[in-house]
């Protein structure tokens, strides 16, 4: 783990190949903590998933640069529109000049064509794109675990899930990386907040990510995980029906 950001803490490590977590720590007033996760891929188009919220841009910018050039950045993605996602997405269309914003269809239409300096490259459910050795398959999760127009990215060649705001681990001082159970402290942490949309068709579009056959976890929030993730899915499937 490399340290990019001595006051803050942000720090990157390499989850997958070619793919890096870059994390920083929030301690919250009156105990606790949390943290928020974007994910780089490196690649002939580079690409940034989550842009981190307005305020912490020169924080992530920071830890990007200290991979690879951030005017080299093709595509900025996220899952949905919220400020942890994207808040920063105009900032980092204007140092990276050759970038645009990378989306489903509904969050282009509802939101990125108006909100973003230029225009988004809008992906269809199920469809693909190659970043040069790495491939991003796009999949439409509405409502999972809230927004309408929620999707997730599966990077191929690494069976990397970038899982945007599934298996959301409170704390501050995690690991970057694990293969300890993360379900129950997602789940207390879900219970807690009752962040969930309760969507009816949860249990389908789990199963449609569990059939990608992850065995990278790129949470948004907590550590990443590693092992059987098409397990780990199902299991969340079954909690919320539970």
Same mark, same amino acid.
């Given at each position: 783990?490399?340290?990019?950001?001595?006051?803050?803490?942000?720090?990157?490590?390499?989850?997958?190949?070619?793919?890096?977590?870059?994390?920083?720590?929030?301690?919250? =007033?009156?105990?606790? /903590? $949390?943290?928020?996760?974007?994910?780089?891929?490196?690649?002939?188009?580079?690409? #940034? %998933?989550?842009? !981190?919220?307005?305020?912490?841009?020169?924080?992530?910018?920071?830890?990007?640069?200290?991979?690879?050039?951030?005017?080299?950045?093709?595509?900025?993605?996220?899952?949905?529109?919220?400020?942890?996602?994207?808040?920063?997405?105009?900032?980092?269309?204007?140092?990276?000049?050759?970038?645009?914003?990378?989306?489903?269809?509904?969050?282009?239409?509802?939101?990125?064509?108006?909100?973003?300096?230029?225009?988004?490259?809008?992906?269809?459910?199920?469809?693909?794109?190659?970043?040069?050795?790495?491939?991003?398959?796009?999949?439409?999760?509405?409502?999972?675990?809230? =927004?309408?127009?929620? /999707? $997730?990215?599966?990077?191929?060649?690494?069976?990397?899930?970038?899982?945007?705001? #599934? %298996?959301?681990? !409170?704390?501050?001082?995690?690991?970057?990386?694990?293969?300890?159970?993360?379900?129950?402290?997602?789940?207390?942490?879900?219970?807690?907040?009752?962040?969930?949309?309760?969507?009816?068709?949860?249990?389908?579009?789990?199963?449609?990510?569990?059939?990608?056959?992850?065995?990278?976890?790129?949470?948004?929030?907590?550590?990443?995980?590693?092992?059987?993730?098409?397990?780990?899915?199902?299991?969340?499937?079954?909690?919320?029906?539970?």
């Amino acid at each position: 783990m490399t340290v990019t950001n001595s006051r803050s803490g942000t720090n990157v490590y390499e989850v997958s190949d070619g793919i890096y977590r870059i994390n920083t720590p929030v301690v919250i =007033a009156g105990g606790g /903590g $949390f943290s928020f996760n974007q994910y780089l891929i490196v690649d002939d188009d580079p690409l #940034l %998933f989550h842009t !981190g919220p307005r305020k912490m841009f020169p924080l992530v910018r920071e830890a990007v640069a200290s991979v690879l050039s951030v005017e080299r950045l093709r595509y900025i993605a996220f899952s949905h529109v919220e400020a942890d996602e994207c808040g920063s997405l105009n900032e980092w269309l204007a140092v990276a000049p050759q970038s645009m914003p990378l989306c489903g269809r509904v969050a282009a239409m509802v939101s990125i064509e108006d909100l973003a300096d230029r225009s988004p490259r809008a992906l269809a459910d199920g469809e693909a794109l190659s970043l040069g050795t790495h491939r991003v398959r796009w999949f439409d999760t509405p409502h999972l675990p809230h =927004a309408w127009e929620c /999707g $997730f990215l599966t990077e191929e060649r690494t069976r990397t899930l970038l899982c945007g705001d #599934l %298996f959301t681990q !409170g704390g501050s001082d995690l690991p970057p990386i694990t293969e300890s159970d993360i379900l129950g402290s997602s789940e207390a942490f879900r219970h807690g907040m009752d962040y969930f949309s309760h969507t009816k068709n949860a249990h389908v579009m789990l199963g449609r990510l569990a059939a990608t056959a992850p065995t990278t976890l790129a949470c948004m929030h907590g550590s990443a995980w590693r092992g059987d993730g098409a397990k780990l899915l199902r299991d969340l499937a079954d909690a919320l029906s539970a």
